[in-house]
């Protein structure tokens, strides 16, 4: 049943929980160090009892009426003293804040379990606090060195200001406070202040002034703390360094009374109090409470009695009270409530046989205090039925007496136990009493046991436990034991013990309890075992002989020996089957041996000894001198003792031979030849071959077994080694001396370099033995060299020419020989073999070359002078190839070949050829009409042209005067180099019914010749104006920006005259050169009286036989044309009929001032409006428009046949090189619809092209006739 503690034990707990604070107990000066006690240590504390702090952390009580100052614990503040401490009654706890730390603002506990905690950080910190004490909210009134006092609730750590009138309370600069119930008692010097305390609905503090009083008697020392007493509310405070204890007889008191003197203690910081009882103000705390009922009963719970009500367990309050509770599940709760209640109650299960776990909750209230308080909680009832019990195991079993065990579970507090025992199995014979008892009235299972006495001697008992309240009876299963008797031997005898057979046999005694058995003297035979618990004897014997040892039968009744002797026997095993060596003519002593018990003996059972020993019987021993020949023995020797089997053991192995040499003989060894031989010994063992002195040849090994030597020799040479053949009986040693030959292998087959004509001196060699010989095998050393053929010597010197060379070597002796293909080359500096130049000639592709013999090859470099302009020189094959460049003219430079042996140069000196421009007076060439027919339509005429009317033999080119007349239609010629393709292009256009002329600039072929392609039948009059030739030619062409020199409707107005000449200044005008050999004219007769023709030509000489222009009566008509100039600079202009001319120049030649010479005589299409390419359209060139033609690259002028088609109207058309604006002049005059072509020499602008101009809407196609460029 549950036992309730009393109110007082709720004091022995606080006290218990102070206990365990005093870890470290302080010597108080004044009091026995006999008599210091812990805090409480002596009983229950008697309140009043003062808290306080003294030096080192410590904490002390003090009962002023007793004067029991006791240690109580120490703090663990490290940063400084625990100050405004109190006591809390509703956890038993102290609580307080640092003193000393500027920035600690923690909130400390000693609890009553004694542990030191830091709870936290208050909020808003409070620091360096000097005084506190609890109010009767459960706050911590706490006082700081700011003069402002706080209200700390310890539960959220919050501080809130202690306000009078709304302003923080500076309570009189106080260091400590004493609360009892609602006034708070200040110290400061010796002035006491007082002050009414209201709380509010949060347990927060305000404050107002009560008193001020001034104390005599004594001067309280400031910063420590006042105790109240009893409930008169006498104050006690410390005073002076003496650290007096005053008092005060009331707070209403201003006289202190001195109660006891501390010596020796520095007491610091802040002190607390605990009450006589508790404080009427604390909060009640209603704790569980639990309580055992039996089924079918009620428990009645009274308060103060046992069991208790339940307020008794509670806490807190003055006067506590049930203000309310609740129904229990299974039984009836009976309690009063309401004033006057005690917590009194009963409990009855609503069923009679409910067993089990049940619950109710009550309130308890504390109505006095304002605001009221109260708490709730649990009471548990367990409700019990019949007791269980258990039958346990017996103790103490003895030969005549034993302990008999069970539990009881009471289940009710009126249960009695007793045991039932007796020999019968069903107790139907029972012997009945009383259970010696632990208290058997509590909820758990109580162990319960009965002692026996005069049992007999090894009988079984049994037994069993019961239980009885006033539910029924319980019994225990039946339980049993035997009392115990001393042991007695009942077998003693052991079977045979052979070495190695397994062996298991045992003694035995009896007695109870059944005897453990122990050898006690001697020991069992090797490798047997006695188990202690059955007395087996088990195992295998490992050793022979007599054995006696005594084992001792022994249970907890006593011990009884028996000694056992005997002796364990062995079947023959051999310990020794190993015979010395056996040598002919050696004694030979040893012996076999096998153990046994008893000893065995010895006989040969198969084979025989070797011939001369002998075997004996009663030892094993072998003895005798083995006699010739040695070699192999097999026999078996058997040993037998009566015991088991006999044993037997097969000996073989050899009498040994001391060796003998049989084959000392070696072969040839030659080098890199296989070699295979050896050397042989007679012996028993067979001997083993080791060179015992030198080395065999390298690559030579000796088989140890064997004797064989074998191996590929790598080297040559004489060698000298010794063999020693050896076995168990001795050694015998051969020395071998003799050659290692070899044939001829290659050590040197470099040669130094050969050079021709220096003397070489350099040798091959081959090793070999004997010394090898040299030869020439396959083709022939350079000239010039010969090779010795007993040294390998090379000698001599090279011959020229030099080159590759490839020989074969030969080095031979006896044992054979090598051969080496030698492959190299003889050097050679460079030597000129071909210094002869073609002729240049400017504008001319040019491709020869030097040569120089060297070996290695040599290269080539111009290491004076340069070339001419145009060409570049091979540095790899000395070829000099280009286009001979302008200016032409005298050249000289040196050429340098060189290679790695040395190098040779070579001066050139000479001139470049020109193809300068041959200016003719104009001549016939072809007239079809002198054999009146004319070049059919679709045509192609060959016409030579050098050689021809001054035509130099040597001219690439030639300058025409083509005329049209008398044509089928209209139409068109094409002029171009006999064996190449004709071009799509015109050099002359016509009309039917008109004669036209133009000119034209066509290269020749190899064999002088011009084609000439017309389109429809007419008659063709060719003349020639000039010539290009290098032999002849004086000037390259100098194309400039056409300018007009004469135009007879400005100048002067009147017509040139039928039959005049009119003389012309052209050198140096209009931007011909001062030196001009010749001029490039277009020449135009406008307006002429009747039908008529124009002739051009230089100044000083006949009027040619020929014709520049042609015309109608009232025509215009532009030709192109060619003319040299006469000595004066001049050049001169005949008409057949009186007409207006135009002269403009596009062009000279010039030695000075011209750099072109034709490079190509390519005749192509490079513009035709008609056509949509790159640069046109299909469309007609505009009034006023330029078309940009562009021209091959490398050309510095060009000749072109521009023919204009469909004009619009009357106009010209100017072809000129590209510039801002089109120069006055013009090389085609047309009139509407006319199709009309002339021959226009251009320059051609940096960004290759020339521009055409046209005054009147029109078609324009252009030609390429001959490409300028720069010589």
């Known amino acids: ?87 809390r009654t509703q956890d038993h706890s102290i609580y307080g804040v640092v003193s000393t730390a500027a920035s600690l603002s923690d909130l400390y506990r000693i609890d009553s379990a004694g542990v030191f905690t830091d709870v936290g950080p208050i909020t808003p910190p409070v620091y360096q606090p000097q005084g506190g004490d609890f109010t009767i909210s459960g706050h911590l009134l706490v006082y700081n060195s700011a003069d402002n006092w706080f209200d700390i609730n310890v539960e959220t750590r919050v501080a809130t200001p202690v306000l009078v009138d709304g302003v923080a309370w500076d309570f009189a600069r106080a260091l400590d406070i004493v609360v009892v119930g609602d006034v708070a008692y200040g110290f400061s010097g010796t002035i006491l202040y007082t002050a009414t305390l209201t709380i509010d609905g949060a347990g927060v503090t305000t404050a107002i002034y009560a008193d001020v009083r001034l104390i005599t008697g004594a001067s309280p020392r400031e910063r420590f703390s006042s105790a109240w007493s009893d409930s008169s509310g006498a104050l006690y405070f410390f005073r002076d360094t003496q650290h007096r204890l005053y008092s005060l007889a009331s707070p209403t008191s201003t006289s202190a009374v001195l109660v006891a003197s501390l010596v020796d203690m520095s007491v610091q910081g802040d002190g607390a109090s605990c009450p006589t009882a508790l404080s009427p103000y604390a909060a009640p705390t209603a704790n569980p409470d639990a309580y055992s009922a039996s089924a079918g009963y009620t428990l009645t719970a009274t308060a103060g009695a046992t069991p208790a009500g339940v307020l008794d367990n509670d806490d807190g309050g003055s006067a506590l009270e049930v203000s309310s509770f609740t129904a229990a599940s299974h039984g009836e709760v009976t309690m009063a409530v309401g004033a006057g209640s005690t917590g009194s109650f009963t409990y ?114 049994y037994y069993r436990v019961s ?72 195992g295998t014997p490992s050793h022979s002989g007599a054995f006696a040892f005594t084992i001792a039968a022994t249970n907890l009744s006593g011990s009884v020996d028996q000694e056992f002797t005997g002796t364990v026997d062995e079947s023959p095993q051999w310990t020794d089957v190993v015979l010395g060596q056996m040598v002919v003519g050696t004694l030979f002593a040893d012996a076999v041996l096998a153990a046994g018990m008893p000893d065995p003996a010895y006989a040969v059972t198969a084979g025989a000894l070797p011939s001369g020993l002998l075997l004996s019987a009663n030892t094993g021993s072998i003895t005798g001198t083995p006699t010739a020949p040695g070699g192999a023995f097999d026999f078996t020797v058997r040993a037998a003792n009566g015991i088991g089997d006999a044993t037997l053991h097969q000996f073989t192995g050899y009498v040994f031979e001391a060796p003998a040499w049989i084959d000392v003989t070696l072969g040839q060894v030659v080098v890199g ?113 010969t090779l010795h053929a007993t040294s390998g010597a090379i000698t001599g010197t090279p011959t020229a020419p030099g080159g590759d060379f490839d020989v074969t070597l030969k080095a031979s002796n006896s044992f054979g020989h090598v051969e080496y293909r030698f492959v190299g080359t003889v050097y050679q500096a460079p030597t000129w073999t071909d210094v002869t130049l073609a002729a240049m000639t400017m504008g001319e592709s040019f491709a020869d070359g030097l040569a120089a013999a060297a070996i290695p090859t040599p290269t080539y470099s111009v290491t004076a002078g340069s070339l001419p302009a145009g060409l570049s020189l091979n540095v790899v094959t000395g070829a000099i190839a280009g286009i001979v460049g302008a200016p032409g003219g005298a050249f000289d430079f040196t050429v340098t070949a060189t290679n790695a042996k040395g190098s040779v140069s ?11 421009f041959v200016a003719m007076t104009p001549a016939r060439l072809l007239d079809t009409r ?26 690439i080119a030639v300058l025409l005067s083509v005329t049209a007349t008398d044509s089928d239609g209209s139409g068109f010629i094409t002029l171009y180099p006999c064996g190449s393709s004709r071009p799509w292009a015109s050099n002359l256009n016509f009309v039917f019914g008109l004669t036209v002329s133009n000119a034209a600039s066509v290269f020749v072929d190899v064999n002088g010749r011009v084609c000439i392609y017309t389109s429809v039948a007419t008659h063709v009059v060719i003349d020639v104006d000039g010539a290009w030739s290098s032999a002849s030619g004086s000037g390259a062409l100098h194309a400039f920006t056409p300018a007009r020199l004469v135009d007879s409707r400005v100048s002067s107005g009147a017509k040139l005259a039928a039959g005049a000449i009119h003389e012309l200044v052209v050198a140096g005008v209009g931007g011909v050169a001062p030196d001009a050999t010749a001029v490039v004219l277009s020449v135009t007769a406008t307006e002429p009286d009747w039908a008529g023709f124009v002739t051009v030509y230089p100044c000083g000489g006949a009027r040619p036989w020929a014709s520049n222009v042609n015309f109608a009566a009232g025509q215009t008509v532009s030709t192109p044309a060619t003319s040299a100039v006469g000595a004066l600079g001049t050049i001169c202009l005949y008409s057949s009929a009186p007409t207006h001319l135009v002269v403009d120049v596009m062009a000279d030649f010039s030695p000075s001032a011209g ?13 035709d409006t008609r056509q949509i ?94 490409s300028f460029g720069a010589g």
């Open 906 to 916: 070579y001066r050139f000196v000479g001139s470049v050829a020109l193809y300068g």
């Open 673 to 785: 030849t296989s070699f295979a031989d050896g050397v042989s010994a007679s012996g028993v063992m067979a001997p083993t071959y080791a060179v015992s002195i030198g080395a065999l040849p390298i690559g030579l090994w000796l088989n140890a077994t064997t004797g064989a030597i074998t191996g590929l020799p790598s080297a040559f040479g004489a060698f000298t080694f010794t063999v020693a053949a050896s076995n168990v009986s001795g050694e015998v040693e051969h020395q071998f001396v003799g050659s290692v030959y070899q044939p001829p292998v290659w050590s040197d087959v470099v040669l130094a370099e050969m050079l021709v004509g220096a003397a070489f001196n350099d040798d091959i060699r081959a090793a070999g033995l004997p010394a090898p010989t040299y030869s020439v095998m396959a083709r022939a050393l350079p000239i010039g060299l």
């Open 467 to 538: 239980g009885t309240n006033a539910v029924d009876t319980a019994n225990g299963a039946i339980t049993s034991f035997t009392t115990r008797q001393q042991p007695a031997w009942t077998d003693t005898a052991l079977g045979a013990m052979v070495v190695g057979v397994a062996f298991t046999d045992a003694v035995a005694a009896s007695g109870v309890l059944p005897p453990t058995y122990a050898i006690t003297v001697g020991a069992l035979p090797i490798g047997l075992s006695l188990a202690e618990s059955t007395g087996a004897i088990t």
């Open 348 to 461: 009855t299960p609503t069923l009679a046989n409910f067993v089990g776990d049940d619950s109710f909750t009550y309130i308890a209230a504390d109505t006095q205090p304002t605001p009221a308080t109260s708490a709730s909680t649990t009471v548990a009832i367990h409700v019990t039925d019949v007791p269980t019990v258990t039958t346990l195991a017996a103790t103490g079993i003895g030969e005549t007496a034993a302990t008999l065990h069970g539990t009881v579970n009471a289940r009710s507090a009126d249960t009695t136990v007793a045991f039932c025992w007796g020999t019968a199995p069903n107790l139907a014979s029972c012997i009945a009493a009383a259970a010696t008892e632990s208290p058997v009235f509590g909820i758990e299972d109580t162990s319960v046991s009965l002692d026996l006495a005069t049992l007999a001697t090894g009988t079984t008992y």
């Open 1 to 87: 049943m549950n036992h309730r503690r009393a109110q007082p034990l709720l004091v022995v707990a606080c006290v218990a929980a102070v206990l365990l604070l005093a870890a470290n107990v302080v010597m108080i000066v004044g009091v026995a160090a006999s008599a210091v006690p812990q805090a409480f240590a002596n009983g229950v504390p008697v309140c009043p009892r003062g808290f306080f702090q003294v030096s080192a952390n410590h904490f002390y009580s003090v009962a002023p009426a007793t004067s029991d100052y006791s240690a109580i614990g120490s703090d663990t503040v490290a940063s400084g003293d625990l100050n405004a401490i109190g006591y």
């Open 1155 to 1167: 750099s072109g010479v034709p490079i190509s005589g390519q005749v192509e299409r490079l513009a």
């Open 930 to 955: 002198d054999g009146a027919v004319k070049y059919p339509a679709g045509s192609d005429h060959e016409l030579l042209m050098v050689g021809r009317s001054g035509v130099p033999s040597d001219a």
């Open 1173 to 1266: 390419t790159g640069s046109t359209n299909g469309n007609k060139l505009g009034g006023g428009a330029v078309l940009h033609v562009a021209v091959p690259a490398l050309a510095t002028a060009i000749t072109l046949n521009v023919t204009v088609t469909e004009p619009t109207a009357a106009g010209f058309v100017t072809a000129y090189p590209c510039t801002a604006t089109p120069p006055f002049v013009s090389n085609v005059n047309f009139v509407s619809g006319q199709t009309v072509a002339e021959a226009v020499t251009v320059a051609v602008s940096a960004s290759s092209e020339i521009c055409v101009f046209a005054s009147v809407p029109t078609h324009v196609v252009v030609d390429l006739s001959v």
